[in-house]
């Protein structure tokens, strides 16, 4: 079965340091993808970034940068320079077949920035 | 607004009582996806809609629960003689039938309390 897997319940961070959130993924297809979300208090869930399984590239979306190690199946989220408004939780998530089916998530990492 | 908008933001109701929810997804997003997410866990995914057609189901989506998207346009979610344990934030995603790109988009969601 698939399973995502984030360890981190929290994470404290100073504000314009990098933090790296992580997550590690568990499934026997050859074809998947995977995205991270964040969630401020609000509720509404934001997409950050998405990395496909045959990427050869990490990716990358301005402060976001997805840490792919496909052979260790994690992928890691950077974020570069934190700021005050990142504090939320963030997601990791998976999906099956690389296309997008329905997604199946962590159970997430809360992050505080610290001014 | 071209965002997904779920309406109520919050709902009150006393146990065995009906509720609906409703979701407007971005108008030329073909797919739509209900998924719910009880405290300190991620999002589970409930089912999902291809235009009008609800093409999958999870097993969490007991007989009580029902979803309809009878135009191919918003959806609505209803539970049935409402229980304690269907507490939970109830979030609406839609997205385009391309296969992988840049992820769903969610909306705000709607929190539900039974009482």
């Known amino acids: 079965a698939q399973k995502i897997t984030q360890t981190q319940p929290g994470m404290f961070v100073q504000e314009k340091e990098a933090v790296t959130l992580d997550c590690t993924y568990d499934?026997?297809?050859?074809?998947?993808?995977l995205f991270w979300y964040k969630q401020p208090s609000s509720g509404e869930m934001i997409f950050l970034i998405y990395q496909g399984s045959y990427d050869e590239q990490n990716a990358t979306e301005g402060r976001y940068s997805l840490n792919f190690q496909k052979a260790r199946k994690s992928a890691n989220l950077v974020i570069s320079a934190s700021q005050l408004g990142d504090s939320a939780m963030y997601f990791c998530a998976m999906s099956q077949g690389g296309s997008q089916g329905n997604l199946i998530f962590g159970k997430g990492t809360k992050l505080s920035v610290k001014p | 607004d071209t965002g997904v908008s779920q309406n109520p933001r919050h709902k009150i109701t006393k146990r065995g009582q009906n509720v609906t929810f409703r979701c407007d997804p971005i108008s030329e997003h073909n797919r739509l996806y209900w998924y719910r997410q009880t405290l300190g866990q991620g999002p589970e995914f409930l089912t999902y809609f291809q235009n009008e057609a609800q093409l999958e189901k999870s097993r969490l989506l007991s007989d009580r629960f029902s979803a309809e998207r009878p135009k191919g346009s918003f959806s609505t979610l209803e539970i049935q003689r409402t229980e304690q344990g269907d507490s939970a934030m109830y979030l609406c995603?839609?997205?385009?039938?391309?296969?992988?790109?840049?992820?769903?988009?969610f909306g705000s969601g709607t929190r539900l309390t039974v009482v």
């Open positions: 499934t026997s297809d050859q074809s998947y993808g």
């Open positions: 995603a839609s997205s385009l039938d391309l296969g992988v790109n840049y992820g769903y988009t």
